[in-house]
């Protein structure tokens, strides 16, 4: 199994930005897609990102669509995701996922394997 820990949470007023890292352990990530996701107070889990093995590929939700970027560093066995132009609907624990899985195909929203423990990205406003 492959270790994930996330960093680089904090608090941030509305319109700024945070970079998230996810740094992996146990296992290179470079065979695996992975995956940002994020849980709100009271709502359930949502998908976020996720980027292909290379980086070549990656899909996000809509609503994050062009503030969001996910990439990936494989020699440092490292995910990141940049988060600009924040605002308070974001506001929730952010995950690092990666999905096991030797498929190919389009990038999965759903089925991922391995999760860190979260970080928590507070937006006020």
């Known amino acids: 199994q492959v270790q994930l820990v996330e960093s680089g949470g904090g608090l941030v007023q509305a319109g700024g930005s945070l970079r998230l890292s996810c740094a992996a352990s146990?296992?290179?990530?470079?065979?695996?897609?992975m995956g940002w996701f994020r849980q709100a107070p009271g709502k359930e889990r949502d998908f976020v990102a996720a980027?292909?093995?290379?980086?070549?590929?990656?899909t996000y939700a809509d609503s994050v669509k062009g503030r969001f970027a996910i990439s990936r560093d494989n020699a440092k066995n490292t995910v990141y995701l940049q988060m600009n132009s924040l605002n308070p609907e974001d506001t929730a624990v952010y995950y690092c996922?990666?999905?096991?899985?030797?498929?190919?195909?389009?990038?999965?929203?759903?089925?991922?394997?391995?999760w860190g423990q979260g970080t928590q990205v507070t937006v006020s406003s």
């Open positions: 996922a990666a999905d096991l899985s030797p498929l190919l195909g389009p990038l999965r929203k759903t089925g991922y394997d391995s």
């Open positions: 980027i292909s093995r290379s980086g070549s590929a990656t």
């Open positions: 146990g296992r290179t990530i470079s065979t695996y897609r």
